[in-house]
Antibody
Framework: EVQLAESGGGLVQPGRSLKLSCAAS????????MAWVRQAPTKGLEWVAS????????YYRDSVKGRFTISRDNAKSSLYLQMDSLRSEDTATYYC??????WGQGVMVTVSS | DIVLTQAPLSVSVTPGESASISCRSS???????????LYWYLQRPGKSPQLLIY???NLASGVPDRFSSSGSETDFTLKISKVETEDVGVYYC?????????FGSGTKLEIK
C-alpha cells in the first residue's frame, strides 16, 4: 500500500526545536520531489518547504527560511523537517506530501509556553 | 507569489444535484512544458487532503468520474455532478508552477 506516515509532533515551547519525520512506503521514494505543507487550526493549506529527488535542491517559504531545514534519506525512504526557533505561529498540523500528490495523515505541532 | 482566489466560500447542495467551484490565478499556470499546473483537493472533515485532479483536468486514481475540471491558463472550474453525502468537506485548488507553492483559501461544500 502506498503510504506516508508522519511522526515527531508535540507540544514545544517558543524558541525550542522539534524534528518531524515522514516514512514512505509502497513506492519508489527517490522518484519524487517531497514537500511539507502545514495547516493552522481552522485555517487553509500553507506550503512550507520542498526538496528535490536527491536532496540537492531545497526551497522554503520566507517565514521559515533560516529556521527550518528539510532533508531526506532515500536509503530509508524518509523525509525530515528540522524546526528550530519555533514560534507560536508555527502551530499547525504538518503534512508530508509527494509533490502535492499523495499526502500523509499529518502530525500536530503546538508551540506554546 | 501566485494568488489563487476561490469562489464561492461555501456551497450547499442537494444530493443528486451538481456543484461548481471556481479558482482564479493571478498568473498563467501554463508551464514551458505545456502543462497547466493546477490541482484540486478535497479535505474531508478531520482528514488529510486528497488529490482529486492533477494538471488541470486529469482525474486522480480512484476518484469517481462525477468529478471533472476544466479551464484556461488562469481560470479554472471544478464540477461535481450528482453530489453525494461523501463529497462533504473543503475543496482547495493549488499550483506547482513555481515557488512558493500556494493554495486557494478553500470552498466548503455542505449537503442540504
Amino acid at each position: 500500500e502506498v503510504q506516508l506516515a508522519e511522526s515527531g509532533g508535540g507540544l514545544v515551547q517558543p524558541g525550542r526545536s522539534l524534528k518531524l519525520s515522514c516514512a514512505a512506503s509502497g513506492f519508489t521514494f527517490s522518484d519524487y520531489y517531497m514537500a511539507w505543507v502545514r495547516q493552522a487550526p481552522t485555517k487553509g493549506l500553507e506550503w512550507v518547504a520542498s526538496i528535490s529527488y536527491d536532496g540537492g535542491s531545497t526551497y522554503y517559504r520566507d517565514s521559515v527560511k533560516g529556521r527550518f531545514t528539510i532533508s531526506r534519506d532515500n536509503a530509508k525512504s524518509s523525509l525530515y523537517l528540522q524546526m528550530d526557533s519555533l514560534r507560536s505561529e508555527d502551530t499547525a498540523t504538518y503534512y508530508c506530501t509527494t509533490g502535492l500528490l499523495l499526502w500523509g495523515q499529518g502530525v500536530m505541532v503546538t508551540v506554546s509556553s | 507569489d501566485i494568488v489563487l482566489t476561490q469562489a464561492p466560500l461555501s456551497v450547499s447542495v442537494t444530493p443528486g444535484e451538481s456543484a461548481s467551484i471556481s479558482c482564479r490565478s493571478s498568473k498563467s499556470l501554463l508551464s514551458s512544458k505545456g502543462i497547466t499546473s493546477l490541482y484540486w483537493y478535497l479535505q474531508r472533515p478531520g482528514k488529510s487532503p486528497q488529490l482529486l485532479i492533477y494538471q488541470m483536468s486529469n482525474l486522480a486514481s480512484g476518484v469517481p468520474d462525477r468529478f471533472s475540471s476544466s479551464g484556461s491558463e488562469t481560470d479554472f472550474t471544478l464540477k461535481i455532478s450528482k453530489v453525494e453525502t461523501e463529497d462533504v468537506g473543503v475543496y482547495y485548488c493549488g499550483h506547482r508552477l513555481e515557488y512558493p507553492l500556494t493554495f486557494g483559501s478553500g470552498t466548503k461544500l455542505e449537503i442540504k
